[in-house]
C-alpha cells in the first residue's frame, strides 16, 4: 500500500482503495457485531425469565411502562441486529453494495432512541433499564459507523465530499495527462 491509500494491482496499476468497504471486515466491526448480537441474546433470555418475574411485581403504569419499553427495546435490537447483519454479507460477499442499499431502506436506524417517558417508567426492573441503556449506547455507535459508511470517500465523485473529489479529479486529470504523454 501506498502513502496514498492506494494499492498495486496484478497489472501494476495503481488502484485507490475503499476503506469504508473494508470495515466490515475489521477486528473493529467484529467487536460490535459480537456485542450487537449478544445483547440481543441477553435481552430474549431476560424477557423470557427474569423479567417475567420483574414485571408481576409492578402496577398498572409499572406494567404498562414495561410492555411498552420492552417492546421499543426489542424493536431496536431487531433493527441494530438488521444492520450489523446486513453489514456482514456485504464485506461477506454474500451482497453487492447496490443490493445492500436496496435492502438498507428497510433499516430505519433514526426511529429507535429512547422513547418519551411514561407513567410507572420509574418502576421498571434495573435489569431491563441496563439492557435498554446498553442498547442505546450499541445505537448511538451504529448510527456514526452508519453515517461513516454512508458518507465515505469511494474516490469517484459519488459523494458531496470535497476532498475526495477534488483528489479525485487531480488523479484523472494527472493520469489523463501522463497516459496521453
Given at each position: 500500500m501506498?502513502?496514498?491509500g492506494s494499492?498495486?494491482s496484478s497489472s501494476g496499476?495503481?488502484?485507490?482503495?475503499?476503506?469504508?468497504?473494508?470495515?466490515?471486515?475489521?477486528?473493529?466491526?467484529?467487536?460490535?457485531?459480537?456485542?450487537?448480537?449478544?445483547?440481543?441474546?441477553?435481552?430474549?433470555n431476560?424477557l423470557d425469565?427474569?423479567?417475567?418475574?420483574d414485571?408481576?411485581?409492578?402496577d398498572?403504569?409499572?406494567?404498562?411502562?414495561?410492555?411498552?419499553e420492552?417492546?421499543r427495546?426489542?424493536t431496536?435490537?431487531m433493527?441494530?441486529?438488521?444492520?450489523?447483519?446486513?453489514?456482514?454479507a456485504?464485506s461477506?460477499?454474500?451482497l453487492?453494495e447496490d443490493?445492500?442499499?436496496?435492502?438498507k431502506?428497510?433499516?430505519?436506524?433514526?426511529?429507535i432512541?429512547?422513547?418519551?417517558p411514561?407513567?410507572?417508567q420509574d418502576?421498571?426492573p434495573?435489569g431491563?433499564?441496563?439492557?435498554?441503556?446498553?442498547s442505546?449506547?450499541?445505537h448511538d455507535?451504529i448510527?456514526?459507523?452508519d453515517?461513516?459508511?454512508?458518507d465515505r470517500?469511494?474516490w469517484?465523485?459519488?459523494t458531496?465530499?470535497?476532498?475526495g473529489?477534488q483528489?479525485?479529479q487531480l488523479?484523472?486529470?494527472?493520469?489523463?495527462?501522463?497516459a496521453?504523454d
Amino acid at each position: 500500500m501506498t502513502e496514498t491509500g492506494s494499492t498495486k494491482s496484478s497489472s501494476g496499476q495503481e488502484t485507490l482503495v475503499d476503506f469504508m468497504a473494508r470495515f466490515a471486515g475489521s477486528e473493529h466491526f467484529n467487536r460490535v457485531f459480537q456485542e450487537g448480537m449478544g445483547l440481543v441474546e441477553e435481552t430474549a433470555n431476560y424477557l423470557d425469565g427474569p423479567g417475567r418475574q420483574d414485571a408481576k411485581a409492578l402496577d398498572r403504569h409499572g406494567s404498562i411502562a414495561y410492555a411498552t419499553e420492552s417492546m421499543r427495546l426489542t424493536t431496536r435490537l431487531m433493527q441494530l441486529a438488521s444492520w450489523l447483519l446486513l453489514q456482514r454479507a456485504v464485506s461477506a460477499g454474500e451482497l453487492t453494495e447496490d443490493a445492500a442499499l436496496a435492502e438498507k431502506h428497510r433499516i430505519n436506524l433514526s426511529e429507535i432512541g429512547p422513547g418519551t417517558p411514561m407513567p410507572g417508567q420509574d418502576q421498571l426492573p434495573a435489569g431491563l433499564n441496563d439492557l435498554v441503556k446498553r442498547s442505546l449506547r450499541l445505537h448511538d455507535r451504529i448510527l456514526v459507523l452508519d453515517k461513516m459508511i454512508s458518507d465515505r470517500c469511494d474516490w469517484g465523485g459519488e459523494t458531496a465530499n470535497p476532498v475526495g473529489t477534488q483528489v479525485h479529479q487531480l488523479a484523472t486529470a494527472f493520469g489523463a495527462r501522463a497516459a496521453g504523454d
